[in-house]
């Protein structure tokens, strides 16, 4: 993979940003989760998802040189993160987390939190999230509930 470049992600990359997701999950996530709970997983969303990142400067992309992964942030967490199946593994999602987590402290966060999913508990844990609590996400639906995980980082 060539060197990762992080920017914030354009207006009209809606559509991309929504390819990634979905390739994200259905790639990386059926260890931990079944087929109704990833076939259910985007019930509901669908390119706006990604209006208030977009139009808050709140969503950065990875780019090798074409998008491979995103993060979004909110006042006090990462609201999403996900990288396309062959990038993961290549530190994008190192690089990616990287950024958000500065970006975060330069705004005087201390903490940062997120909800997890199952997948990506160890990677967050890699990088000093600890955990908080399982519970279940709002997405996917009252017929395939996504059980995630809530973590929290600490600035040294």
Request: aromatic share 8%; charged share 20%.
């Amino acid at each position: 993979m060539q060197e990762i470049h992080i920017r914030l992600a354009a207006a009209d990359e809606a559509a991309k940003l929504l390819q990634i997701h979905h390739a994200s999950v259905e790639g990386l996530c059926a260890g931990q989760y079944n087929a109704d709970q990833i076939a259910h997983w985007f019930d509901g969303r669908d390119e706006t998802a990604y209006a208030q990142g977009l139009a808050q400067q709140r969503l950065w992309v990875a780019c090798a040189p074409e998008p491979v992964g995103f993060i979004e942030l909110d006042a006090y967490s990462i609201d999403k993160l996900f990288v396309l199946p062959q990038a993961a593994g290549l530190g994008v999602g190192k690089a990616l987390l990287l950024h958000g987590l500065l970006a975060l402290q330069a705004e005087g966060r201390q903490t940062v939190d997120i909800e997890a999913t199952l997948t990506g508990v160890a990677f967050y844990q890699k990088h000093g999230f600890r955990i908080l609590e399982q519970t279940q996400s709002k997405h996917g639906g009252a017929d395939a509930p996504l059980a995630v995980v809530k973590m929290q980082w600490q600035a040294a």
